[in-house]
């Protein structure tokens, strides 16, 4: 029965500590309206379509509908949709986004952009599913527990085979 009560405080304790070290984070993050990020200012996307379109100013660099990244970022349009700048209004007070093609939403500027997460050069720098430094640890951490489990047990068996 000590056995039994060793080996789970054991992993009750593996446990505690995994919490510890790697608390659970938020599965995605609330966005109160469509956006995109142009020149370091939040342009918030309206219902208001534009017909009057002058040159591409820019594109979606990055998207997350999770995280604030940097760059031409959008928690609702995909990399590669385009910004034009509207004749006869400055680009300081809205610009449209390419919504589907020739179809165009006016973008009004809202305030300055901070980012909470730095830009990634996607072709340099793939963003990873796995950090390797999570992988050493639950390696290590998976060691310690099957030697541990393991010291348990032949200690059990060598005390039932001496009486």
């Not at 060793?6 to 505690?16: G, H, W």
């Not at 966005?31 to 918030?44: L, P, Q």
């Not at 963003?127 to 390797?132: A, C, F, G, M």
Request: charged share 20%; aromatic share 12%; hydrophobic share 45%.
């Amino acid at each position: 029965m000590n056995r039994v009560k060793t080996i789970s405080t054991f992993f009750i304790i593996i446990a505690l500590i995994c919490t510890m070290f790697f608390p659970t984070k938020s599965a995605a993050t609330s966005w109160a309206f469509e956006f995109v990020v142009y020149d370091g200012y939040i342009y918030v996307v309206g219902e208001e379509t534009v017909e009057d379109v002058e040159e591409e100013i820019g594109s979606v660099t990055q998207y997350s509908d999770m995280a604030s990244l940097a760059g031409n970022f959008s928690n609702h349009y995909p990399v590669g949709t385009k910004y034009y700048s509207i004749k006869g209004i400055s680009a300081e007070e809205a610009i449209a986004v390419e919504e589907s093609e020739g179809n165009y939403l006016r973008a009004e500027r809202e305030a300055k952009y901070q980012s909470t997460i730095e830009a990634v050069d996607m072709e340099e720098k793939p963003l990873k599913s796995v950090d390797l430094s999570m992988i050493i640890i639950f390696t290590v951490l998976g060691l310690l527990a099957v030697t541990a489990i393991g010291l348990i047990v032949w200690k059990g068996m060598k005390k039932e085979g001496g009486q």
